[in-house]
């Protein structure tokens, strides 16, 4: 099992920048593909974006392709969320994933293993 744990969350105005870092440990984490997921008040939990155990290979929603970047480094056991032109819409509490799968298949099935989350709050 990999321990996860999240920071980088605020408050930001609409249109603006926020950087997630996720810090692993525990088991080797370049043996697992990363995710961010985001929970907003009375909605489920939702991928948001995942990244191939290499780095090498990304996936993203639809609502926020194009304004986020996820990456990773191995070396650090660290990953990231870097969340561009925000929306109020984007406001939750975000979590970092870690999956022996597939990046891919984070896109559909939740993980098991998860952060304790960090909130985003996008002002309009």
């Known amino acids: 099992q990999v321990q996860l744990v999240e920071s980088g969350g605020g408050l930001v105005q609409a249109g603006g920048s926020l950087r997630l870092s996720c810090a692993a440990s525990?088991?080797?984490?370049?043996?697992?593909?990363m995710g961010w997921f985001r929970q907003a008040p009375g909605k489920e939990r939702e991928f948001v974006a995942s990244v191939s155990r290499s780095g090498g290979t990304t996936y993203y929603a639809d609502s926020v392709k194009g304004r986020f970047i996820i990456s990773r480094d191995n070396a650090e056991n660290m990953g990231y969320l870097q969340m561009n032109s925000l929306k109020p819409e984007d406001t939750a509490v975000y979590y970092c994933?870690?999956?022996?799968?597939?990046?891919?298949?984070?896109?559909?099935?939740?993980?098991?293993?998860w952060g304790q989350g960090t909130q985003v709050t996008v002002s309009s």
């Open positions: 525990g088991r080797t984490f370049s043996s697992y593909a």
């Open positions: 994933a870690a999956d022996l799968r597939t990046a891919q298949i984070m896109t559909v099935i939740l993980p098991k293993d």
